[in-house]
C-alpha cells in the first residue's frame, strides 16, 4: 500500500492497516467464530458506533444461524466514585441462557469492556465472549481474556474502519496512525 498521509481536525494521520489485510484477519476470525459457535445460535452484541464496519464485514462471513443486536454504550460519571460509569443503551434482547459475542472497535485500557461484561453477566448469559477488531495490549489494566482479536497493535492512536478522532474518520476504509 502507498503511504497516504490524511489531515483530520488538526492532526496528521499516515495509512497503517489497508483494508486488505483487515479483511484477511476477520475472514480468520469468522472461520474461527464458525467453529466454536457451532450448533449454539450465538447472539452478537455489535457496539456502536466504533463497530459498525467490523460487524459488518465480520457478521456477512459468519455463516452459523446467529442474531444480531446492537447496542450503545453512554458514560456518565458515578457519583460515588470519580470512576467512568458506562450505561447500555438498546438491548432489548433476552441475553438469559444465550452466548452472547460482543463485538467491539478496540480494547485499549479494557475499562469499557470490563464494565460491560459486568453488566451483561448479571443478566445471566450462558456464556460471554468478546470478539475486537484492534486490540492494545500494553495498555490493557483489567484481567481481561479477549477471546477473539483480529489484529494486536501498540499504543498508537489509530483512526479509520469505524474509528472516529472528534467524530471524524469513521467513513475510512483503511485504518490510519496518527504521525507523532
Ligand atoms: P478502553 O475503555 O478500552 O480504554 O477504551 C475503549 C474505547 O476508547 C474504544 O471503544 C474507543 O472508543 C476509544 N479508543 C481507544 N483507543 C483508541 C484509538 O486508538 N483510536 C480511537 N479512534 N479510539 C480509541
Ligand atoms: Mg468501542
Ligand atoms: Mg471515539
Redo the contacts with the bound molecule.
Sequence with gaps: MDPRKIKIHDCEFSTYICEEEIIARITMLAEQLDKDYDGKQPLFLA?LN??FMFASDLLKRVSIPCEVAFIR?ASYQDMQSTGKVKEVLGLTEDVQHRHVVVL????????????LLQQLRERGPASVEVATL?M?PD???HPLDVKYVARS?P?????GYG???NGL?RNLRDIY??VS
Design positions: 457496539v466504533g463497530s454504550l467491539e472497535d478496540i480494547v485499549d485500557t479494557g475499562h469499557t469492556v470490563h464494565g484492534l492494545k495498555c490493557l489494566q497493535i499504543n498508537d492512536f489509530v483512526v474509528l472516529d478522532y474518520g496512525k496518527i
